[in-house]
T-cell receptor, first 113, second 116 residues
Framework: AQSVSQHNHHVILSEAASLELGCNYSYGGTVNLFWYVQYPGQHLQLLLK??????LVKGIKGFEAEFIKSKFSFNLRKPSVQWSDTAEYFC???????????FGAGTQVVVTP | GAVVSQHPSWVICKSGTSVKIECRSL??????MFWYRQFPKQSLMLMAT?????????EQGVEKDKFLINHASLTLSTLTVTSAHPEDSSFYICSARLTETNYGYTFGSGTRLTVV
């Protein structure tokens, strides 16, 4: 069965620190990859997505992610976080044979001033 | 951009009653909508896929008679939690797939259901 795993459930870091969140999936076919963010009390918002082309994808709010096919990974990065980046981050994958997104368990990121 | 409106944003109901949650695509047509359930500190769990004009496809372990889904038009899907019990209390989120592309999904703001 396909699965999506996020390595860190909870991350605490200071403002200006760099952030990297891991995401791995298990599926051998073509995938579409997504990172979503859920700010406290708000709905899911798309940060970025990958479906083809340049494996380094730039999203909103200074986030980027790199698709490494050989590692089945799609890690999210931000060079310098802000307090407003405090949120929960979800990796999601859609395989070419599925009609639906499968989500990782999420990573709660807390940025301290 | 594509917007999905979900209503109500929160609801409290008594055990045994039914609750309907609406999910509307405001500026696009959605042939496929998805219903998720999110438990505290957990990820979104897909409950069912709602297809316009046909029966919903439920994920394993989801009771279709308890969680009734209707997708009667290209802009509206509803989830009805029938005979609700406290264990049904959760955060329910709908999502729509944009018809222009297979890659775009947009999410509603969610409905917090509390059954007392």
């Amino acid at each position: 069965a396909q699965s999506v795993s996020q390595h860190n459930h909870h991350v605490i870091l200071s403002e200006a620190a760099s952030l990297e969140l891991g995401c791995n999936y298990s599926y051998g076919g073509t995938v579409n990859l997504f990172w979503y963010v859920q700010y406290p009390g708000q709905h899911l918002q798309l940060l970025l997505k990958y479906f083809s082309g340049d494996p380094l994808v730039k999203g909103i709010k200074g986030f980027e992610a790199e698709f490494i096919k050989s590692k089945f990974s799609f890690n999210l990065r931000k060079p310098s976080v802000q307090w407003s980046d405090t949120a929960e981050y979800f990796c999601a994958v859609k395989g070419d044979s599925w009609g639906k997104l499968q989500f990782g368990a999420g990573t709660q990121v807390v940025v301290t001033p | 951009g594509a917007v999905v409106s979900q209503h109500p944003s929160w609801v409290i109901c008594k055990s045994g009653t039914s609750v309907k949650i609406e999910c509307r695509s405001l500026d696009f047509q959605a042939t496929t909508m998805f219903w998720y359930r999110q438990f505290p500190k957990q990820s979104l769990m897909l409950m069912a896929t709602s297809n316009e004009g046909s029966k919903a496809t439920y994920e394993q372990g989801v009771e279709k008679d308890k969680f009734l889904i209707n997708h009667a038009s290209l802009t509206l899907s509803t989830l009805t939690v029938t005979s609700a019990h406290p264990e049904d209390s959760s955060f329910y989120i709908c999502s729509a797939r944009l018809t222009e592309t297979n890659y775009g999904y947009t999410f509603g703001s969610g409905t917090r259901l509390t059954v007392v």
